[in-house]
């Protein structure tokens, strides 16, 4: 062969099948032929020559055992031993321990074992108030004295230990739902909203496109009620208006959108955001549609879906503003005055160069871009 594979792509299973295909053809081939089906095989299987050798000529082939059994020789089918204790405790358990568990307020390993020991009658006969149970716990309860003797033997015995083992995927499936779940409310105003991603932005469209951006200023605890930067960028001019906010609260985020709207030279016609609160709520929503304009967000954990804005947090506030925390009335007043003229720095003296054309020419990228000048003169 001339190219080279590496070690570690073919699983044994595909690797079996691939001896097997060729079985047939190799043990007809002359010697010659042999020399390279072996030679590629080698190069694809990483196997040992000679056990290669052997796999080929005994495929399809009448064996016999030591002890006298009849079998076609088959390298994709192998009989391996599995040594050590069987194990007692199976997967048969779990349905019968999720209704326990269930039963006892989702209690931990070790009080459910108790539980079970203490409640052995549970597992033989109805319990007294049966018939006041919800249909849900009855149908449970029902299951449970379907059991096989066996597995409520097991049931009795069963240590915590084990319980953890069998329920540990169960958990993590509860957890996981619990920590996930979604805010009802929060979804429908999701909905309301539309996703565009990066890719469906419109290159060179109209000048009024922007993308919104929420910088932290907390230091390095993010608890408590602290200051953030509110970045606003215009994606075909780069233009960008920073505001300060005293918290996350929407009110102040109304307030900044609408003095950015005062401020720009030009008419915003599409706002992006991304999915935080602060930008996903009633209030903001209601604003841009009294103002007229569309309103997108982002895809969930897609940062690279509003890249303008962020591009911007390095150069016109994490340079600037740096990274610690500021969350008094003192702070929040500088912090104000100091990002309404950064602005007005990077947007009408700052040079800056707009991409209009990437073209990649071999292992190289070639970038062409407009003429270095400052926002205003796009």
Same mark, same amino acid.
Not at 18 to 26: G, Q, R, T
Not at 46 to 72: A, D, E, M, S, W
Not at 231 to 244: K, Q, V
């Given at each position: 062969?001339?190219?080279?594979?590496?070690?570690?792509? @073919?699983?044994?299973?595909?690797?079996?099948?691939?001896?097997?295909?060729?079985?047939?053809?190799?043990?007809?081939?002359?010697?010659?032929?042999?020399?390279?089906?072996?030679?590629?095989?080698?190069?694809? =299987?990483?196997?040992?020559?000679?056990?290669?050798?052997?796999?080929?000529?005994?495929?399809?082939?009448? @064996?016999?055992?030591?002890?006298?059994?009849?079998? /076609?020789?088959?390298?994709?089918?192998?009989?391996? *031993?599995?040594?050590?204790?069987?194990?007692?405790?199976?997967?048969?358990?779990?349905?019968?321990?999720?209704?326990?568990?269930?039963?006892?307020?989702?209690? &931990?390993?070790?009080?459910?074992?108790?539980?079970?020991?203490?409640?052995?009658?549970?597992?033989?006969?109805?319990? &007294?108030?049966?018939? *006041?149970?919800?249909?849900?716990?009855?149908?449970?309860?029902?299951?449970?004295?379907?059991?096989?003797?066996?597995?409520?033997?097991?049931?009795?015995?069963?240590?915590?230990?084990t319980v953890d083992r069998l329920l540990r995927p169960l958990k993590e499936k509860y957890r996981l739902a619990h920590k996930y779940k979604p805010h009802p409310h929060a979804s429908?105003?999701?909905?309301?909203?539309?996703?565009?991603?990066?890719?469906?932005?419109?290159?060179?469209?109209?000048?009024?496109y922007t993308e919104i951006d929420l910088v932290h200023h907390c230091g390095s605890i993010a608890e408590g009620s602290f200051c953030y930067t509110l970045s606003e960028t215009e994606?075909?001019?780069?233009? =960008?208006?920073?505001?300060?906010?005293?918290?996350?609260?929407?009110?102040?985020?109304?307030?900044?959108?609408?003095?950015?709207?005062?401020?720009?030279?030009?008419?915003?016609?599409?706002?992006?955001?991304?999915?935080? &609160?602060e930008f996903i709520n009633s209030h903001v929503l209601a604003y841009t549609q009294q103002a007229g304009m569309n309103y997108t967000r982002s895809r969930e954990y897609h940062k690279?879906?509003?890249?303008?804005?962020?591009?911007? *947090?390095?150069?016109?506030?994490?340079?600037?503003?740096?990274?610690?925390?500021?969350?008094?009335?003192?702070?929040?007043?500088?912090?104000?005055?100091?990002?309404?003229?950064?602005?007005?720095?990077?947007?009408?003296?700052?040079? &800056?160069?707009?991409?209009?054309?990437?073209?990649?020419?071999?292992?190289?990228?070639?970038?062409?871009?407009?003429? /270095?000048?400052?926002?205003?003169?796009?």
């Amino acid at each position: 062969m001339v190219i080279a594979i590496p070690e570690g792509i @073919c699983k044994m299973k595909a690797k079996r099948s691939i001896i097997k295909i060729n079985a047939p053809k190799y043990q007809k081939a002359p010697k010659k032929m042999k020399s390279a089906i072996l030679n590629d095989l080698v190069e694809i =299987t990483h196997l040992h020559r000679k056990y290669l050798t052997t796999l080929l000529n005994n495929t399809g082939k009448v @064996c016999y055992t030591p002890q006298g059994v009849r079998f /076609i020789a088959d390298p994709t089918i192998t009989y391996t *031993q599995h040594r050590g204790r069987k194990k007692i405790y199976t997967q048969e358990l779990v349905p019968f321990l999720k209704i326990l568990w269930e039963l006892t307020g989702f209690r &931990s390993s070790i009080h459910l074992v108790a539980f079970i020991r203490t409640n052995p009658t549970l597992l033989y006969e109805k319990p &007294s108030d049966f018939e *006041q149970l919800t249909k849900a716990n009855q149908i449970k309860v029902i299951k449970l004295l379907s059991a096989s003797t066996e597995t409520k033997a097991k049931l009795l015995k069963i240590s915590s230990a084990t319980v953890d083992r069998l329920l540990r995927p169960l958990k993590e499936k509860y957890r996981l739902a619990h920590k996930y779940k979604p805010h009802p409310h929060a979804s429908v105003l999701k909905k309301s909203i539309p996703v565009e991603s990066y890719f469906d932005k419109p290159k060179n469209g109209p000048l009024g496109y922007t993308e919104i951006d929420l910088v932290h200023h907390c230091g390095s605890i993010a608890e408590g009620s602290f200051c953030y930067t509110l970045s606003e960028t215009e994606i075909n001019t780069g233009w =960008t208006e920073l505001r300060a906010l005293k918290n996350k609260a929407r009110v102040w985020t109304v307030e900044a959108l609408a003095d950015i709207d005062k401020s720009v030279p030009f008419k915003i016609h599409t706002r992006h955001v991304d999915n935080g &609160s602060e930008f996903i709520n009633s209030h903001v929503l209601a604003y841009t549609q009294q103002a007229g304009m569309n309103y997108t967000r982002s895809r969930e954990y897609h940062k690279n879906d509003s890249p303008y804005v962020e591009s911007r *947090q390095w150069t016109m506030v994490r340079s600037y503003l740096g990274y610690r925390r500021y969350d008094t009335e003192k702070e929040y007043a500088i912090l104000d005055r100091l990002d309404r003229l950064i602005s007005i720095k990077h947007n009408y003296f700052m040079p &800056s160069m707009k991409l209009i054309k990437k073209e990649r020419i071999g292992g190289k990228v070639h970038k062409n871009t407009t003429s /270095i000048r400052p926002s205003i003169e796009y």
